[in-house]
T-cell receptor, first 116, second 113 residues
Framework: DGGITQSPKYLFRKEGQNVTLSCEQNLNHDAMYWYRQDPGQGLRLIYYSQIVNDFQKGDIAEGYSVSREKKESFPLTVTSAQKNPTAFYLC???????????????FGEGSRLTVL | QQQVKQSPQSLIVQKGGISIINCAYENTAFDYFPWYQQFPGKGPALLIAIRPDVSEKKEGRFTISFNKSAKQFSLHIMDSQPGDSATYFCAASIGTGRRALTFGSGTRLQVQP
């Protein structure tokens, strides 16, 4: 089955530690996205990538880093510089071109990060 | 800058009633308006979407109403069911291609049996 796999589902981190959240998709989608979800604030865009080896900052990129070395993978690193990292992180992907491009964003099941 | 404002934050509806969630946008360049549904512990999934060339789109019990002049759009859930209890997000983007979606703050819907 095609889809987006995020891991780990739950992660605990001590203050001052960097952590990396994994996101893999087998949908052959061009673009991949990372959103952060906090109660009452909706989904806020952290980073996105439209093509391999290229990515752009979203609205809340400070304290985060990403890489896009392969089309199917878009890992997110939450660095110690992120002031309030406890949140639910969602990875998504979508097609950018072609007849199958409906604009639909496909999401993974999320990773919940808790800083102790 | 919040470009898509969503209300209410939470909503309680009786089974069989109509649920209405509203969104307003600021950027007149937006031309794609989807609604996403999210169940607890899961990622959001596309429910229904509309383009500004139509004022209404219906899929089953779900209807989007769109008012371009007022820069508003809303989701109506007819005959609401307990299984509709979820968080709903409106969103907007410029086209369906390279631009990322901007989401509203979400509405938590509870449908009471």
């Amino acid at each position: 089955d095609g889809g987006i796999t995020q891991s780990p589902k739950y992660l605990f981190r001590k203050e001052g530690q960097n952590v990396t959240l994994s996101c893999e998709q087998n949908l052959n989608h061009d673009a991949m996205y990372w959103y952060r979800q906090d109660p009452g604030q909706g989904l806020r865009l952290i980073y996105y990538s439209q093509i391999v080896n290229d990515f752009q900052k979203g609205d809340i990129a400070e304290g985060y880093s990403v890489s896009r070395e392969k089309k199917e993978s878009f890992p997110l690193t939450v660095t110690s510089a992120q002031k309030n990292p406890t949140a639910f992180y969602l990875c998504a992907s979508r097609l950018l071109q072609g007849a199958r491009n409906t604009g639909e964003l496909f999401f993974g099941e999320g990773s919940r990060l808790t800083v102790l | 800058q919040q470009q898509v404002k969503q209300s209410p934050q939470s909503l309680i509806v009786q089974k069989g009633g109509i649920s209405i969630i509203n969104c307003a946008y600021e950027n007149t360049a937006f031309d794609y308006f989807p609604w996403y549904q999210q169940f607890p512990g899961k990622g959001p999934a596309l429910l229904i979407a509309i383009r500004p060339d139509v004022s209404e789109k219906k899929e089953g019990r779900f209807t989007i109403s769109f008012n371009k002049s007022a820069k508003q759009f809303s989701l109506h859930i007819m005959d609401s069911q307990p299984g509709d209890s979820a968080t709903y997000f409106c969103a907007a983007s410029i086209g369906t291609g390279r631009r990322a979606l901007t989401f509203g703050s979400g509405t938590r819907l509870q449908v009471q049996p």
